[in-house]
């Protein structure tokens, strides 16, 4: 079948005209005419409905543009749809080849790095990984048993975002990602990590100084914890001991500790998640130090005193991924406090000393608040004239400016 290209050539053989010619006739360009007549370039509309007119074709040079031009059309249609049906075929197999294990690295990692890292940018890390547990439970882009995991990963992020935000100073906010943390663990049937919920939603009521609501969540978390099952219990006795003390039951906060060894002593498996997720001995220890300060000194404070140096020196000389830096920080501070209980002045000056070069983005909340409180202790009368006390009060000071 002759072509529109071939009889716009014929046609201008018959009418002896050349290319020159045709071009002043239409009123086109010579070197493009070349090129429709080669068939290198398709011919505009325009130019295939003057050729038609001036080399008298009545019609039919131009029904043959219009059928090559629905070729063409469909052609183009075509390639479009084969174009995205291939990558509509190479999206549904990247989905079915989906799982979920970098994601669950990314939370693995965040949970050691917290320990070791400002809570601002690891609130940015674990809002991102968040985004992308979130985006694949809301779009259904997942393996049927990768569910639940999903939810775990989202419920643990979450967990982070509330520990970063307790640390930057915003209980209300923190509050919100601990519930979200809740319901993603309900939905996951994990119990593991509905217990570490209700450790943390005890941990931001103690930090607000709602000693009763705190207790109330950790009296919840207890119906998740199993005999033997990773650190639960213990981390929640440890929560209570903090409450009681608080309230200024000093026997029942040193049963409550006194529990918590117990329950360490029967554990059989380990947690699922270590890091921000565990409860290291270290940790035990510096919550029973961080306790007992709270009580009127003596034995409390004795034993608080063991406690925090213990923390200090099982996370010093301890493997490094377990270390908390925050959390020995605080139970430098948590030393110094007993130790001023205790009326020891330059022991306490020289364990809070390693507090009062921290840069600022190195200072969270928590460090702040118990900071303060050991200032004023050394502030009180009876330690007027006490150099060491004024010096460290003012260092303090000025680490709070």
Same mark, same amino acid.
């Given at each position: ?61 131009? %029904? #043959?543009?219009?059928?090559? &031009? +629905? *070729?063409?059309?469909?052609?183009? =249609?075509?390639?479009?749809? !084969?174009? /995205? ?78 520990? %970063? #935000?307790?640390?930057?100073? &915003? +209980? *209300?906010?923190?509050?919100?990602? =601990?519930?979200?943390?809740? !319901?993603? /663990? ?84 380990? &947690? ?99 900071? &303060? ?29």
């Amino acid at each position: 079948m002759t072509t529109f290209s071939e009889r716009l050539r014929q046609l201008r053989m018959e009418a002896r005209w050349s290319l020159a010619g045709l071009a002043q006739h239409i009123h086109y360009d010579r070197t493009s005419l070349h090129s429709f007549e080669t068939g290198r370039r398709p011919t505009p509309l325009e130019v295939a409905e003057r050729a038609d007119d001036v080399l008298g074709a009545d019609g039919t040079l131009l %029904a #043959l543009w219009r059928r090559e &031009d +629905a *070729e063409r059309r469909a052609a183009a =249609a075509a390639h479009r749809t !084969r174009a /995205a049906a291939l990558a509509m075929s190479r999206d549904l197999t990247a989905l079915a080849d989906l799982d979920i294990s970098e994601l669950q690295e990314g939370v693995e990692a965040t949970a050691f790095d917290y320990l070791a890292n400002p809570p601002a940018p690891m609130m940015d890390r674990a809002h991102v990984l968040r985004g992308e547990a979130f985006e694949r439970l809301r779009s259904g882009h997942f393996r049927p048993g990768d569910r639940a995991d999903l939810y775990v990963a989202a419920g643990r992020l979450s967990g982070v975002l509330a520990y %970063a #935000l307790l640390d930057l100073g &915003d +209980a *209300e906010e923190a509050h919100e990602h =601990a519930t979200a943390a809740g !319901r993603c /663990a309900e939905f996951a049937g994990d119990s593991e990590l509905a217990a570490w919920v209700a450790g943390t939603r005890s941990l931001i009521s103690r930090f607000q100084g709602d000693y009763g609501r705190a207790l109330e969540h950790i009296q919840d978390g207890y119906q998740w914890v199993g005999s033997g099952h990773g650190t639960g219990e213990a981390r929640l006795r440890c929560g209570e001991a903090q409450c009681l003390a608080n309230l200024g039951d000093s026997r029942a906060a040193n049963t409550a500790l006194d529990e918590a060894e117990v329950a360490r002593e029967r554990i059989r498996r380990p &947690d699922s998640l270590d890091g921000l997720f565990g409860f290291s001995r270290a940790k035990q220890s510096y919550y029973a130090g961080s306790s007992l300060i709270w009580l009127q000194g003596g034995h409390d404070a004795e034993r608080a005193a063991r406690e925090a140096a213990a923390a200090i020196e099982l996370w010093r000389t301890g493997p490094v991924a377990e270390r908390s830096m925050d959390d020995e920080r605080l139970a430098h501070i948590y030393l110094a406090t007993a130790l001023v209980q205790l009326d020891d002045v330059e022991g306490a000056a020289e364990a809070i000393q390693p507090i009062l070069s921290l840069p600022e983005e190195e200072q969270i909340s928590w460090i702040a608040k118990r900071a &303060d409180r050991l200032a004023g202790m050394l502030s009180a009368p009876r330690y007027v004239g006490n150099r060491t006390a004024a010096e460290t009060v003012a260092a303090i000071n000025a680490l709070a400016a």
